[in-house]
């Protein structure tokens, strides 16, 4: 799967990986190959990104998630450090 976290002034990261989990309004959940078509508001929280490489964590402040053929789109309203 492919990844892409953006913010209005850059992108974070893009990248494949093996599972996403991301803090959504109702609740943090896992996108995993294949998963369902979904668009879901995101809440101030963790982005947690497993891959080949290992794990990294990003912190976001809102935003929305959008899930389509294996490819993830997070759109935040910002990253911070």
Do not use: C, W, Y
């Not at 309004?25 to 896992?30: E, N, V």
């Not at 947690?48 to 997070?74: P, Q, R, W, Y």
Request: net charge negative; glycine share 10%.
């Amino acid at each position: 799967m492919t990844l892409e976290i953006l913010t209005p002034d850059k992108k974070v990261f893009e990248g494949e990986v093996t599972s996403v989990t991301v803090p959504g309004t109702l609740g943090s959940f896992q996108i995993l190959r294949g998963h369902a078509p979904i668009i879901s508001t995101l809440e101030d929280g963790l982005v947690i990104i497993k891959s080949a490489a290992g794990e990294d964590t990003f912190s976001i402040k809102g935003g929305v998630v959008e899930v389509l053929d294996n490819k993830i789109i997070v759109l935040a309203e910002a990253v911070l450090a």
